[in-house]
């Protein structure tokens, strides 16, 4: 089972061993064991509010709010949608090889997290932020190391902007 800070509702199925491995090979990929787990165990939407901090290139550091993680049944649905907006971002310039990356999340405004499933870009997760980065940008090199980034709101630091 998939460890985590991260409390989803429970107001789906699980996803069974079978299905992600037909998924997978329906796909020809293989997701990292670490995000097969939380697929396995993933149930519903995110109980909590939940942030991660970007860098960019130029060390200006933002806070983004995570707005879901998606189970293997929205991937699905939306893989063919994501592929054809990795093609064009690529376009856009600054967005890698798209057969590359497929969505795994949104996070506030639209932005999307994306995982690399091949190459050198196997399991690490990614931003493309339409407003400050007009590319793609790392966040961490695995999905646990992401899970680990989130963090809670701050109250106080709320209160004082």
């Known amino acids: 089972m998939f460890e985590s800070k991260i409390e ?19 796909h020809n990929i293989r997701f990292p064991d670490d995000y097969r787990q939380f697929l396995l165990s993933r ?3 995110l109980v909590e509010l939940w ?21 293997l049944t929205e991937i699905e649905e939306l ?9 064009s971002f ?16 949104l996070a506030a405004g639209g932005d999307k997290l994306f995982m690399g499933l091949n190459k050198s870009y196997c ?5 493309y932020y339409y407003e400050l980065y007009p590319d793609f940008h ?7 190391e992401f ?13 004082e902007e």
């Not at 893989?79 to 093609?87: F, S």
């Not at 690529?90 to 999340?105: S, T, V």
Request: aromatic letters at 12%.
């Open 90 to 105: 690529q376009e856009d310039g600054g967005f890698p090889e798209p057969e590359c990356f497929q969505c795994i999340g």
């Open 147 to 159: 899970i680990k980034m989130l963090k809670v709101p701050d109250p106080i630091a709320d209160q």
């Open 123 to 127: 399991g690490k997760i990614y931003l």
């Open 8 to 26: 989803l509702e429970n107001t789906e199925l699980p996803v069974t061993e079978a299905e992600l491995t037909l998924f997978e090979e329906k």
């Open 51 to 71: 942030w991660f901090d970007s860098i960019d290139d130029e060390g200006y550091v933002f806070s983004a709010e995570l707005m879901d993680l998606y189970s």
């Open 138 to 144: 790392l966040l961490a090199n695995s999905f646990t």
């Open 79 to 87: 893989w063919d949608v994501h592929l054809e907006q990795c093609r």
């Open 43 to 45: 149930t519903g939407s």
